[in-house]
């Protein structure tokens, strides 16, 4: 019997970026603004069957993996005679959710071990999600440098562990891990200048939702060959946002706002 018949894996990278680079100044009649804004909904679930004469007995893992990170940014000096607004916008969802089979998952042998696998290397909850997160990394960085360098920031992508205050949950029937990182930036580059006849504005607001649950209900306990029914469930949320006047930037406008909130 498979230790993991059913598996759900997501892997989400979402990047926007709104960037005045480098260069001369920039002088404006009116006014300037420079927004980043993205909306980023992630969801996973693995349900095992419900019926049937030959379900598999084995855990239904669920893992979502999702990486956001949005930035608004300028680097060089500018004068305008209205307003400058730096803004970025992040908002965030994910989830996970597992549903085990009316079989269940395997059980810990007699001295409460998880079961093993064809290697004879122990399958613990921690070892599956962790299995299933290293290939889920592995198909996400072919998608490019920037994708590959945000799934292996160990920060952001680490495995959760399955542990509650009497040590680590060897077997699960329903499994589901939702790890999500969100990154909001605004800023103004080191040594830039800014000048303004009005307002300005740098300003940073997300909101991140990261949710998971798994449900062993439906294991048929009546069954003649049913594993436990156990579910676990591990939910890592993340979320850094900043506005940043970075070193030696200068601002001179009417009023300067400068804040990071959700």
Known sequence: ASITPVAAVTVGVNTTTARLG????????????????????????????????????????????????????????????????????????????????????????????????????????????????????????????????????????QSPKAETSEGGIAVAAAIAANIQTANALAEVGPGVTLKAGGETKVTSVAHTDAKASADGSQVNNGGTDVGIGAAVALNVGISNNRAILRDNSTVEAKSVVVSATI
Do not use: C, F, H
């Open 22 to 157: 480098k260069g001369q100044q920039l002088s404006l009649l009116g006014d300037l603004t420079v927004q980043a804004t993205q909306k980023s909904l992630s969801s996973t679930s693995a349900e095992g069957a419900t019926q049937g004469d030959k379900i598999a007995v084995g855990a239904s893992l669920a893992l979502n993996t999702s990486t956001d990170t949005v930035v608004s940014r300028v680097e060089r000096n500018v004068e305008a005679d209205g307003k400058i607004a730096i803004e970025t916008q992040s908002t965030a969802q994910s989830s996970a959710t597992a549903k085990a089979s009316a079989s269940g998952g395997q059980g810990a042998d007699e001295n409460g071990d998880a079961p093993a696998d064809a290697g004879g290397e122990k399958q613990t909850v921690d070892k599956q999600v962790e299995k299933q997160n290293a290939s889920a990394k592995r198909a996400g960085s072919v998608k490019g440098t920037q994708a590959k360098d945000s799934l292996n920031d160990p920060d952001a992508t």
